[in-house]
């Protein structure tokens, strides 16, 4: 995406010949590229779109897994559960609140800044992009681990570092409730920085150099420069990391379920889904409902991306 | 990408003098290398700290503690690691996952993505959109309707020991596959867009097939979409922690993204050991990193609705 303003502006250049109707094809042809279209829309349809829809009805019934019979509607109980009755809804939903301030306010803004040193052709550029970039590499999973030997209570580097460790005042880290959200943003904003420099290195390299130029020449500072033209000119970019920086926050799981499976102050919503399946106590209509809390909120940032990459596209 | 890097580097080059003088001379090029360098080292710590404790044998760090110098330095932990946690077989099923579900999925994706961007047909771009639109859910929002589904599935004994689709490796395939099809789909649509089109009308004036446009004239001008999203892809799949955790059940079948959890609970407190099992487990992606690093980006920013 951030690779779209060069690409369809050496587009515009060439005007393109009108695409093919398919009228003009032959019979054989026909069946060929619905074969081509048809293969890959049924494994979506049964893999994607039906599993949504299976996920929304879900909700509205008690099932117990076992058989297609055993469905007994509830109306909103479901609902009701999850809203009133679930200690640990309300604690997931301010958790994920706290996930997107933090990459917004933090992991974000400092990937921004990481490109835009980098981007001023300073000496050793690639060896910092590549240092930065290193953790985008890693999953998740293997983060949470990587950052429990920094964070762990008697042997982490961290309480070593404090002078903490072995002692009473040695903070357990990814264990105690009042700090681990905080220690696992930390943790996912080592990744997120890394992913967020790397859009914007693409999305500053799309920006007219000449405009910048003219901004020097009219005697703008470095500052005024980047805040007044070369930030607006990348407005494409913004829009797709703000999304992408909304849809990290609502997809959170792996590095929490790592530490202690989302429990103990690091409840989200999308560990309650998984915890409502995979738990002893498996209640498929009430994961389902927490499902469908989750998707109507990620559908707020799918409009708005999809609305905006179509609209300038088609 | 190749076709925008050459005039950005142009465009690049010519700027360079101006503003290099500018940044020489100001007094905040001091502060950013000052900035960079900290910010450098303070995210190498962690994985240098990983591996510093995983050369160090654990008798050593029971003596003097983790924050120490001193005792032997060695790989005798990787080595342990290796035979204790299980890694070969974590290895082959992750080798089987990553492998089946990328070529599958880039397979079916320039299939699709061929077809609506070369034809103009009635639903073209609202499936392409429903397709975009999927892959950016979170994929938990799925997880209980699929698990049910490949519980549901009747698979014969002699395919499937557990008789469905659930704790085998090609429903983690299934999985997956159909989870990043609507990425692919999208972002190779928009690299077959810019394709000319008078090279598919030629080879129809040739007389070729739409199988033929597809597979000896599309696909080769493709290549290095395909080799950036390949690379994204394989990493992607490789980092894969969910669709195992819900859909295997056996230990000795989870890819190693997901067994490393397991490990964790295997090692206990031996963080030497621990450290030793993550780091083996990132030598796969990084020997990726270091090889491909250029279609790893390219990848990246190719389609940067990825989550």
Same mark, same amino acid.
């Given at each position: 995406?951030?690779?779209?303003?060069?690409?369809?502006?050496?587009?515009?250049?060439?005007?393109?010949?009108?695409?093919?109707?398919?009228?003009?094809?032959?019979?054989?042809?026909?069946?060929?590229?619905?074969?081509?279209?048809?293969?890959? !829309?049924?494994?979506?349809?049964?893999?994607?779109?039906?599993?949504?829809?299976?996920?929304?009805?879900?909700?509205?019934?008690?099932?117990?897994?076992?058989?297609?019979?055993?469905?007994?509607?509830?109306?909103?109980?479901?609902?009701?559960?999850?809203?009133?009755?679930?200690?640990?809804?309300?604690?997931?939903?301010?958790?994920?609140?706290?996930?997107?301030?933090?990459?917004?306010?933090?992991?974000?803004?400092?990937?921004? &800044?990481?490109?835009?040193?980098?981007?001023?052709?300073?000496?050793?550029?690639?060896?910092?992009?590549?240092?930065?970039?290193?953790?985008?590499?890693?999953?998740?999973?293997?983060?949470?681990?990587?950052?429990?030997?920094?964070?762990?209570?008697?042997?982490?580097?961290?309480?070593?570092? &404090?002078? !903490?460790?072995?002692?009473?005042?040695?903070?357990?880290?990814?264990?105690?409730?009042?700090?681990?959200?905080?220690?696992? &943003?930390?943790?996912?904003?080592?990744?997120?920085?890394?992913?967020?420099?790397?859009?914007?290195?693409?999305?500053?390299?799309?920006?007219?150099?000449?405009?910048?130029?003219?901004?020097?020449?009219?005697?703008?500072?470095?500052?005024?420069?980047?805040?007044?033209?070369?930030?607006?000119?990348?407005?494409?970019?913004?829009?797709?990391?703000?999304?992408? !920086?909304?849809?990290? +926050?609502?997809?959170?799981?792996?590095?929490?379920?790592?530490?202690?499976?989302?429990?103990?102050?690091?409840?989200? &919503?999308?560990?309650?889904?998984?915890?409502?399946?995979?738990?002893?106590?498996?209640?498929?209509?009430?994961? +389902?409902?927490?499902?469908?809390?989750?998707?109507?909120?990620?559908?707020?940032?799918?409009?708005?991306?999809?609305?905006?990459?179509?609209?300038?596209?088609? | 990408? *190749?076709?925008?890097? #050459? @005039?950005?580097?142009?465009?690049?080059?010519?700027?360079?003098?101006?503003?290099?003088?500018?940044?020489?001379?100001?007094?905040?090029?001091?502060?950013?290398?000052?900035?960079?360098?900290?910010? #450098?080292?303070?995210?190498?710590?962690?994985?240098?700290? #990983?591996?510093?404790?995983?050369?160090?044998? $654990?008798?050593?760090?029971?003596?003097?503690?983790?924050?120490?110098?001193?005792?032997?330095?060695?790989?005798?932990?990787?080595?342990?690691?290796? *035979?204790?946690?299980?890694?070969?077989?974590?290895?082959?099923?992750?080798?089987?996952?990553?492998?089946?579900?990328?070529?599958?999925?880039?397979?079916?994706?320039?299939?699709?993505?061929? #077809?609506?961007?070369?034809?103009?047909?009635?639903?073209?771009?609202?499936? =392409?959109?429903?397709?975009?639109?999927?892959?950016?859910? @979170?994929?938990?929002?799925?997880?209980?309707?699929?698990?049910?589904?490949?519980?549901?599935?009747?698979?014969?004994?002699?395919?499937?020991?557990?008789?469905?689709?659930?704790?085998?490796?090609?429903?983690?395939?299934?999985?997956?596959?159909?989870?990043?099809?609507?990425?692919?789909?999208?972002?190779?649509?928009?690299?077959? $867009?810019?394709?000319?089109?008078?090279?598919?009308?030629?080879?129809?004036?040739?007389?070729?097939?739409?199988?033929?446009?597809?597979?000896?004239?599309?696909?080769?001008?493709?290549?290095?979409?395909?080799?950036?999203?390949?690379?994204?892809?394989?990493?992607?799949?490789?980092?894969?922690?969910?669709?195992? =955790?819900?859909?295997?059940?056996?230990?000795?079948?989870?890819?190693?993204?997901?067994?490393?959890?397991?490990?964790?609970?295997?090692?206990?407190?031996?963080?030497?050991?621990?450290?030793?099992?993550?780091?083996? *487990?990132?030598? @796969?992606?990084?020997?990726?990193?270091?090889?491909?690093?250029?279609?790893?980006?390219?990848?990246?920013?190719?389609?940067?609705?990825?989550?």
């Amino acid at each position: 995406m951030t690779v779209e303003a060069p690409i369809s502006a050496a587009r515009a250049t060439r005007s393109p010949a009108p695409r093919r109707r398919l009228r003009s094809l032959t019979k054989r042809d026909r069946i060929v590229l619905g074969v081509m279209i048809g293969i890959p !829309t049924l494994i979506q349809a049964v893999l994607v779109w039906i599993p949504l829809l299976a996920s929304v009805a879900l909700s509205f019934f008690k099932w117990d897994g076992l058989q297609l019979s055993g469905f007994v509607f509830q109306g909103l109980t479901n609902y009701n559960f999850v809203f009133n009755q679930a200690p640990a809804f309300w604690p997931a939903v301010l958790h994920n609140i706290v996930w997107l301030l933090f990459l917004g306010l933090i992991g974000t803004p400092l990937g921004l &800044l990481l490109a835009v040193l980098l981007d001023s052709k300073i000496r050793g550029s690639r060896i910092y992009q590549t240092v930065f970039f290193m953790p985008v590499m890693l999953s998740l999973a293997l983060i949470g681990i990587i950052w429990q030997l920094m964070y762990s209570q008697d042997n982490g580097l961290i309480n070593n570092v &404090l002078g !903490t460790a072995g002692t009473p005042a040695a903070i357990d880290w990814f264990g105690d409730s009042s700090v681990n959200l905080w220690a696992a &943003l930390v943790a996912a904003t080592w990744r997120h920085a890394g992913y967020i420099m790397v859009l914007y290195l693409a999305g500053l390299k799309g920006v007219d150099p000449s405009i910048k130029e003219a901004a020097s020449l009219d005697g703008a500072n470095g500052r005024q420069t980047f805040f007044r033209v070369v930030f607006p000119a990348m407005a494409a970019t913004n829009v797709i990391i703000v999304v992408i !920086t909304v849809i990290e +926050s609502l997809r959170a799981f792996d590095i929490v379920y790592v530490i202690n499976h989302g429990t103990n102050g690091l409840e989200l &919503l999308s560990v309650l889904v998984v915890q409502y399946l995979v738990g002893e106590t498996q209640v498929i209509g009430i994961g +389902s409902a927490f499902a469908v809390v989750l998707l109507v909120i990620s559908l707020v940032p799918i409009v708005i991306y999809l609305s905006r990459t179509f609209r300038t596209k088609e | 990408m *190749t076709t925008t890097t #050459a @005039p950005a580097a142009a465009r690049r080059t010519r700027v360079t003098a101006s503003t290099r003088t500018r940044i020489k001379n100001g007094p905040g090029v001091w502060g950013a290398y000052l900035f960079l360098t900290v910010a #450098a080292i303070l995210w190498l710590i962690p994985l240098l700290w #990983a591996v510093y404790t995983s050369l160090r044998p $654990k008798a050593d760090t029971d003596r003097l503690g983790y924050f120490s110098i001193g005792g032997s330095y060695g790989f005798s932990n990787f080595a342990q690691a290796w *035979t204790q946690g299980g890694f070969l077989t974590y290895f082959g099923n992750s080798a089987f996952i990553t492998i089946a579900t990328v070529v599958l999925t880039l397979f079916f994706a320039s299939m699709m993505a061929f #077809a609506v961007s070369r034809f103009s047909w009635r639903f073209n771009v609202t499936l =392409l959109i429903m397709f975009t639109a999927g892959n950016l859910l @979170p994929p938990q929002v799925l997880a209980t309707p699929i698990f049910e589904l490949f519980k549901l599935i009747q698979l014969p004994y002699s395919i499937s020991d557990s008789g469905s689709l659930l704790n085998q490796l090609v429903g983690v395939v299934a999985a997956n596959t159909g989870f990043q099809i609507g990425f692919c789909t999208f972002v190779l649509s928009n690299f077959m $867009k810019a394709i000319p089109q008078e090279l598919g009308e030629a080879a129809r004036v040739d007389g070729a097939g739409v199988w033929t446009q597809y597979w000896r004239v599309i696909m080769p001008l493709t290549r290095p979409a395909l080799a950036a999203l390949g690379t994204l892809e394989v990493i992607f799949i490789y980092n894969d922690y969910f669709w195992p =955790l819900i859909l295997i059940q056996s230990g000795n079948r989870l890819p190693i993204t997901t067994a490393i959890n397991n490990l964790q609970g295997q090692f206990l407190s031996n963080y030497n050991l621990l450290s030793a099992g993550a780091i083996i *487990t990132v030598i @796969p992606t990084l020997v990726i990193y270091l090889a491909l690093q250029r279609q790893f980006v390219a990848g990246l920013t190719l389609g940067a609705s990825k989550g």
